[in-house]
Structures are given as structure tokens and as C-alpha cells.
């Protein structure tokens, strides 16, 4: 029962990612949210910008493995710059990756870092409920994406 309320959950919170759907541990078939980031000025950020649009296109792909090592380039060249919208992009994708490997636990604390970055956005709450629910925390994923709905009746 508690398994059906969390599918119904996810199912209304429509975190996006590439508007595909992706399925979690568990079964769950969710949709990752789309963190595209915000337009900026500073030449710099706009080319980490175009970059991590190209980690989402390789990840809309099916390629993590490419996707990992455009992340790992970005880290080692403008980790130090990237601002908290990058960051948040880059956790998000960080944890992508590692879902799409099947690696639960390590895609769950990148989806825990992009959720404290920023805590109060839907999006990042939402990051948070899915990383609780692939730790295997259902009632706390459950009562959180019970708020979101609450908080974002239209999403």
C-alpha cells in the first residue's frame, strides 16, 4: 500500500529529465527532474552551462559513461566557479549517472547533494524524496512527497 501511495507520489511530482522515464530501485518508474540552468553573463559560466547541457544530452542518450567523464572534466576545470545552479546541475547529473549503472547508494548521495543546495526549491525537495526513497527511507520519501504535492498542488 505504501509502495502504490509512493508511485502515486512520484508519479504527480514529474521530476523531469529529458522528459524520459527512468526507473528507480524498487520498480518505481519516475521521471528525474529538468535542471536546466539559468542564462548567464559571464562567458565562463555560460560554457560550463553549454557543457552540462551536453552531460544531459549524453545521459538522455544512454551514455554515463561519457557523461561521467564530461562531469569529471568539468569538476577538475571550473569546479572552484561553478555556481550554485551548476552545482545543483551537476549533483543531479553526478547521480544520474550512477543510477543509470545501478548503483543505488552512490547515485542516492549525489541526489542528497543536489537536494541541499538547494533545500527549499521543489525541485531540490524533490531530490531529496527520491534519494530517501532509493536509501530505503519510504516514509520519510512518503511524508516529504506528501508536502511538495502539498506545497506545488499543479506540478
Do not use: C
Not at 557543457?51 to 538522455?60: F, G, Q, T
Not at 557523461?67 to 544520474?96: M, N, P, W
Not at 547508494?105 to 543536489?114: G, L, T
Not at 524524496?129 to 516514509?139: K, P, Q
Request: avoid cysteine; aromatic fraction near 8%.
Amino acid at each position: 500500500r505504501e509502495s502504490s501511495a509512493l508511485r502515486l507520489v512520484f508519479s504527480r511530482i514529474h521530476i523531469r529529465f529529458g522528459g524520459q522515464r527512468q526507473t528507480v530501485t524498487g520498480g518505481t518508474a519516475i521521471q528525474l527532474g529538468d535542471v536546466s540552468g539559468q542564462a548567464t553573463v559571464n562567458v565562463q559560466q555560460t560554457d560550463v552551462n553549454r557543457e552540462l547541457d551536453h552531460v544531459k544530452a549524453l545521459l538522455e542518450k544512454g551514455k554515463p559513461d561519457a557523461a561521467e567523464e564530461h562531469l569529471l572534466r568539468i569538476k577538475r576545470d571550473h569546479e572552484s566557479a561553478l555556481t550554485v545552479q551548476q552545482q545543483f546541475r551537476f549533483q543531479a547529473y553526478f547521480g544520474k549517472v550512477f543510477h543509470d549503472r545501478g548503483e543505488a547508494s552512490k547515485s542516492a548521495i549525489h541526489y542528497r547533494n543536489a537536494s541541499r543546495l538547494r533545500p527549499s526549491d521543489e525541485d531540490g525537495r524533490a531530490y531529496g524524496v527520491l534519494a530517501d526513497f532509493i536509501e530505503g527511507e519510504n516514509d520519510g520519501a512518503y511524508a516529504k512527497a506528501v508536502e511538495i504535492l502539498r506545497d506545488h498542488p499543479s506540478s
